[in-house]
């Protein structure tokens, strides 16, 4: 028989708002335990919930970018169930009306593109969360109650964890391009739950369907989804009895335990929430956000690499984020070769933000300062070890590529009877090279150019030597 994944992906993200969904709470991360909390958000007796606005354009603005329908009219629902980090004991969600349906996403997987429906991308209230004491209490913290929640729900039409993984990525992109999260799985913010069985295409048997919790990145999504695919297929093939349920990744040991017993939706008894009247956006404000769209990540990355001429792997990581390509296309712009510009930007941009830990927007180099150093480079006023160096103290002093240069005296040295003396001392100082290299040993010359490099301090043009000290050798 053979069988064939069938993988499902729900995604919570926590919507970048300044105050909460339905309250005047301000929406931030970090605060004193239950300093942001009211009525509302506690759903204390007599409070009444009103909807904020921005949410609900940061999912329509989410929902377009996801090929989706907007809906001209839709309701919030009332999940209902008890548990302690739910103060109101329900949760205001949307059920079968949500805000926005039906798009999709495409996602490239070692060549191939796969088109992954989106079924619904909804608007939802965070709950709070409950705080577990190593002496056994547990605390109630609710600072996260209704805070604003998109949740964005695929069909089951991934069939490996690479898909979900690129997906992933892709989604987090997007929502980062638009604005609307910071989209940081590591700080909860973004949430991914996979379901996942197998199905035989044939005969239409199937595994039980099996939800994954507590992932806290893309990576573990990724395990916690080859492990549970391959989980499943053993049981089937020794027919062990299969549980739909609710199963809970152990990051450390790399697998998957029983959570619960799967909830069905009959469960929360959902019933229209009857403190919020429907929901319906007018067209003229939808064809605004749609009209306000920025280039998302996929369009961008095509867009640079045929418009500066860059293999797809330099587009790819370049667009990656929107801070990241707009300096790359700002320096592109002016510099004198848009790929040495991918190269710098890529290279020592990139290594020094991640080894210093600094964020793009802190990065004390301007576009305009590093393409004063691509231009020095171009000019031949220095060669490419100085210019690393250069960088390195752009970085650290704040100064310019070519005030650095002329201050301390860095210009390649370019001139032939200067350079010849170098090459004549560096002939005299090393027989056994030169006498290798007479011998037919092309590697000799590398040790001559070295001692050549060495004695101008780094800042002869490495051609120039080369061929000076050729032509002296065939002398
Ligand atoms: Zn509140």
Redesign the pocket.
Known sequence: MALEPCIGLEVHVELDTE??M????PNEFGAEPNA???????GLPGSLPAPNRKAVEYVIRTGLALNCQVAERCRFARKNYFYPDLAKNFQISQYDEPLTHDGYIEVEVSGETKRIRVRRAHLEEDTGKNIHMPDGRSLGEYNR??VPLMEIVTEPDFTTAEQVREYLNMLRAILRYLGVSTADMEKGVMRAEPTINWIDRESGEKTPKVEIKNLNSIKSVYEAVKYELTRQHRAWDSDEELFQETRRWDENAQRTSPMRRKETADDYMYFPEPDLPPLAPEPEWVEEIRASLPELPRARARRVAAEYGLPEYDAEVLTSSRELADYYEAVAKLAPDAKVASNWVMGDMMAYLNQTGTDLAAFPVTPAELTELLELLAEGAINNPTAKDVFAKMTASGRGAREIVEAEGLQQIADTGELECLVEQAIEANPQSVEDYRGGKEKALGALVGAVMRASKGQANPRMVNELLRKKLSD
């Open positions: 105050s909460k339905f309250c005047t709470c942001r909390v009211c009525p509302v958000c506690l109650c209704g």
